[in-house]
């Protein structure tokens, strides 16, 4: 069982930055060389929604709104996934979670294995 622990979410003025932390523990020799790492979010009365994913060995996909402003990436001596976040706007504003399956592509469909407790993000206008 893998367990991931996010941290960094905040508050920020729109046209600012955050970075967001997702640490894995568990089975980390797994966690490195076979699960593929990403982000959701899910802002009030909304369906969670993919952000971005990597795998093990770099490869990215990002939901195609937000392009150029998030990327995702990973220390695989760490453990630990990242996303930066910049440019925020207020419809950013949401819990993120950290999630984690099997798969070693970036795109294609996920079977969430872990889930992490979420971080909240709010961006005022």
């Known amino acids: 069982q893998v367990q991931l622990r996010e941290s960094g979410g905040g508050s920020v003025q729109a046209g600012g930055s955050l970075r967001l932390s997702c640490a894995a523990s568990g089975r980390t020799l797994t966690i490195v060389t076979t699960y593929r790492m990403g982000w959701f979010r899910q802002a009030p009365g909304k369906e969670r929604e993919f952000v971005a994913a990597i795998t093990w060995n770099g490869g990215t996909r990002y939901a195609d709104s937000l392009k150029g402003r998030f990327t995702i990436s990973r220390d695989n001596g760490k453990n630990t996934v990242y996303l930066q976040m910049n440019n925020l706007k207020p419809e950013d504003t949401a819990v993120y979670y950290c999630?984690?399956?099997?798969?070693?592509?970036?795109?294609?469909?996920?079977?969430?294995?872990?889930w992490g407790q979420g971080t909240q993000v709010t961006v005022s206008s």
């Open positions: 999630a984690a399956d099997r798969s070693r592509f970036a795109d294609g469909p996920w079977v969430v294995e872990s």
